[in-house]
């Protein structure tokens, strides 16, 4: 094993930080907002420091290919939101109606 391969691996159809259960593209989202590191292992304080820095090293060998993976994701996820909307408007309207309400509260 490859020591890149210790600390990200792809597991049950998605990219994974070593054996725990942070996406890849968890920890990428945060440094791609500028969250350094060690910021990010405040959010993930099961992960240790070494295998963040080796994930976003990672990503940097493999961007076009986790890019691609990431973009699909997204696709799937607004596909499977639209369908769900679809099969029941009125709830999701009234979701965002009880939604709008709370924020503005707030």
């Known amino acids: 094993m490859q020591v890149m391969e210790k600390y990200v691996r792809l597991r049950d159809g998605n990219w994974y930080v070593g054996d725990s259960r942070v996406s890849v593209y968890s920890v990428i989202a945060a440094w791609r907002r500028h969250r350094a590191p060690e910021r990010i292992q405040q959010s993930y304080p099961s992960l240790p420091l070494v295998a963040i820095y080796a994930t976003i090293a990672y ?46 509260r707030a």
Do not use: G, S, V
């Open 59 to 104: 990503y940097l060998e493999h961007q076009a290919e986790l890019d691609a993976f990431f973009d699909e994701i997204r696709a799937q996820t607004a596909r499977r939101r639209a369908e769900a909307e679809a099969a029941d408007p009125a709830f999701y309207k009234d979701m965002r109606e009880r939604f709008a309400r709370f924020t503005t």
